[in-house]
């Protein structure tokens, strides 16, 4: 099976820019989570998609958004680009199953946003 | 909500020693606990997991251990190689509830010197 995929993998764009990424589970996953990575904080969620509806959110501005299409195929958006906003943006998707009470997650390359 | 905390940040050993490396949790609500592995410039990538339901998991040289009741797992790796060196990232999450999110730990820095 192919893996995650995601585009585009580098984005230079300038403050107050808005930016899309896009994600592409492995297919037969329904579930695609949205991770922010940076060298001061980490890997934080910002939120995860399942059958097209956002199931959780993580502790972002509103700026941040995302949705989910009916192939399971997931975009985020950043609107207003900040300096801060700067990272890697990595997507992880999973079959979710439920009664297992686990799920792995498998991640994206992830797309390397710089913001100037 | 949950919280992850992960120590070291950075851990040194030599080739063929072991390394350890600890994680605890907040949310006694987490039932799954996977490790991933992150080369510089690369993925994270999952090495091992564990479920609520079981105390100990083995693959090869990796293993995780699970203590629920004081809420911290560990990741042990033993005969340690220079290709082990990488970014240790642990994650505590509660699926089969509301929460379907990961919270990661802060990472461990771990290089192998030959």
């Known amino acids: 099976k192919a893996g995650v995929t995601q585009t585009p993998r580098y984005l230079i764009k300038t403050r107050g820019q808005q930016v899309t990424l896009s994600c592409s589970p492995i297919s037969g996953h329904r579930s695609v989570s949205w991770y922010q990575q940076t060298p001061g904080q980490g890997l934080q969620f910002l939120f995860e998609?399942?059958?097209?509806?956002?199931?959780n959110k993580g502790n972002f501005p509103g700026r941040f958004s995302g949705r989910q299409f009916s192939n399971s195929r997931s975009e985020m958006n950043v609107s207003t680009l900040e300096l801060g906003d700067s990272a890697l943006y990595l997507c992880?998707?999973?079959?979710?199953?439920?009664?297992?009470?686990?799920?792995?997650?498998?991640f994206g390359p992830g797309t390397r946003l710089t913001v100037l | 909500g949950e919280n992850v905390e992960q120590h070291p940040s950075t851990l040194s050993v030599q080739e063929g020693d072991s390394a350890v490396i600890k994680c605890t949790y907040s949310d006694s609500a987490s039932n799954y606990f996977p490790w991933y592995k992150q080369e510089l410039g690369k993925r994270p990538q999952l090495i091992i997991d564990?479920?609520?339901?079981?105390g100990e998991k083995k693959d090869q040289r990796i293993a995780v251990t699970l203590n629920k009741t004081a809420k911290h797992f560990s990741l042990h790796i033993t005969e340690t190689q220079p290709e082990d060196s990488a970014v240790y990232f642990c994650a505590a999450s509660s699926y089969g509830g509301s929460q379907g999110n990961l919270i990661f730990g802060k990472g461990t820095k771990l290089s192998v010197k030959p």
């Open positions: 998609y399942f059958s097209e509806t956002q199931r």
């Open positions: 992880a998707s999973s079959l979710f199953l439920y009664r297992e009470g686990t799920d792995t997650q498998y």
């Open positions: 564990i479920r609520s339901n079981v």
